[in-house]
């Protein structure tokens, strides 16, 4: 669009987030301070945001680049793998956080095992990506 590489601007945002979101979320589980768990869900929130429109982007990169579909489709697998595991979670979490009036209070293991998976996949997009350029 207008000959601005949306994508790779993009699609550091959720890279970064992701990583951090857990980081703080394990800090919070781990150290006892639940309050960290609300920087936790605004990040993980804006990740599954630039996530869905880091893929959207990419996938219009795909179709008109020159680079070969064989090396671009495991990081499109990665990135929408990526973004609907971090879109559901962030969308679960946001629900879940609706529901009471504090996420800090009733925190599960389950929530920082889906982040770490998510962090994991993020990064598995990155380096595929990073091979791409």
Not at 28 to 55: C, M, N, Q, T
Not at 106 to 113: F, G, I, P
Not at 116 to 132: D, K, Q, W, Y
């Amino acid at each position: 669009m207008f000959d601005i590489p949306l994508h790779n601007l993009l699609n550091h945002f959720p890279i970064v987030l992701a990583i951090f979101a857990f980081v703080y979320d394990a800090r919070a589980h781990f150290g006892k301070r639940p309050e960290k768990h609300d920087i936790g869900y605004e990040l993980s929130f804006w990740a599954g945001i630039f996530a869905l429109a880091a893929v959207v982007t990419g996938l219009q990169i795909a179709s008109l680049g020159q680079i070969g579909k064989s090396a671009i489709t495991g990081h499109a697998l990665f990135g929408i793998t990526t973004s609907i595991v971090l879109a559901a979670f962030s969308l679960l979490r946001y629900s879940a956080r609706a529901r009471q009036e504090t996420e800090s209070e009733n925190y599960s293991v389950v929530w920082l095992v889906i982040q770490a998976l998510a962090a994991a996949l993020v990064m598995a997009t990155a380096i595929t990506g990073h091979r791409l350029t």
